[in-house]
């Protein structure tokens, strides 16, 4: 009953920005923590930043001053804002979703995916 949909990917050069965004719809009593994750090819995927229900932000090195992760909790909404943006941030940036359900448990979400091309 709970669906999560990324959006926001593309196509953008070297040093251009982009801002993801991922909505998590459906039966949810409250969620915990949201986080964005991404896969290369050839690579395994690997977390990219994450926020909990507090507001407490993680980042990946990489994503480290570049990057940067925000919730609208009245949405259940997170998002991605990538700034600076180099061929190595090129993968499928997925959104991962701590849902608190009704009957109290954690339940994790995954959404399809958005792509993020980095290219001259």
């Known amino acids: 009953q709970v669906e999560v949909v990324e959006s926001g990917g593309g196509l953008v050069h070297p040093g251009g920005s982009l801002r993801l965004s991922c909505v998590a719809s459906?039966?949810?009593?409250?969620?915990?923590?949201m986080g964005w994750y991404r896969q290369a090819p050839g690579k395994q995927r690997e977390l990219v930043a994450n926020?909990?229900?507090?507001?407490?932000?993680t980042y990946a090195d990489s994503a480290k001053s570049r990057f940067t992760i925000f919730r609208d909790n009245a949405k259940n909404t997170v998002f991605l804002q990538m700034n600076s943006l180099k061929p190595e941030d090129t993968a499928v940036y997925y959104c991962?979703?701590?849902?608190?359900?009704?009957?109290?448990?954690?339940?994790?979400?995954w959404g399809q995916g958005t792509q993020a091309t980095v290219s001259s």
């Open positions: 991962d979703v701590d849902i608190i359900s009704r009957a109290g448990n954690l339940e994790d979400y």
């Open positions: 459906g039966s949810i009593l409250d969620i915990a923590n």
């Open positions: 926020i909990t229900g507090g507001g407490i932000t």
